[in-house]
Structures are given as structure tokens and as C-alpha cells.
């Protein structure tokens, strides 16, 4: 299984952004996960088959995660961003596929 993510860049505060994650097999879960410098990494959201999500409280009716099965495509669409969102962002799907990471820096 391979994962792609993509989608981040230089946002100011209060924007926002749609990260992609696009995988080139089959999964029942997949995470997103964020790492700021110094920092360890961090779950941010949780989508599971069936559609179930969860999501770190400092995200919570911020972000959305979604998926498109037909694209093999996991989004996470972050609005209201914050100085403290930036970081490295990951998908993954439990326990070992990792994607390549995706920075997004909010700034102004």
C-alpha cells in the first residue's frame, strides 16, 4: 500500500486548506497526523469504513475528515486556521503505511 499526500502550503490565520491523501490499495481506517518542530506527532483525525470519524480536541469543528472511495482519496479540510496548526502533515494507515508528509504553515 502506498500513500500520496498532498495539499499544503502557506495559509494566514483564519484561511483555509484541503490536504489530500490518495492510496493505491484498499483500507478500512485512516489517520491524519500532524508533527510541529520540536514537537512529537500528533493524531489529528480518525475516518473509519462505514464513515465513522474522530478527531483531536484542538481540531474539533475545525477540520473535517472525508473520504472518496471511488478516488481511493482521504481529505482533511481545515478552516479557521491557527498559528499553531502549522506543522508537517501525515496519512497513515494503522500500523506501518505512512505517506510522505505535507507542510502547512500558517502564517501571516
Known amino acids: 500500500v502506498q500513500l500520496q499526500a498532498s495539499g499544503g502550503g502557506l495559509v494566514q490565520p483564519g484561511g483555509s486548506l484541503r490536504l489530500s491523501c490518495a492510496v493505491s490499495g484498499t483500507f478500512r481506517r485512516l489517520d491524519w497526523y500532524r508533527q510541529a518542530p520540536g514537537k512529537q506527532r500528533e493524531l489529528v483525525a480518525i475516518?473509519?469504513?462505514?464513515?465513522?470519524?474522530n478527531y483531536a480536541d484542538s481540531v474539533k469543528g475545525r477540520f473535517t475528515i472525508s473520504g472518496d472511495i471511488a478516488k481511493n482519496t482521504v481529505y482533511l479540510q481545515m478552516n479557521s486556521l491557527k498559528p499553531e496548526d502549522t506543522a508537517v502533515y501525515y496519512c497513515?494507515?494503522?500500523?506501518?503505511?505512512w505517506g510522505q508528509g505535507t507542510l502547512v504553515t500558517v502564517s501571516s
Open positions: 475516518i473509519m469504513s462505514g464513515g465513522h470519524t
Open positions: 497513515n494507515i494503522p500500523p506501518s503505511f
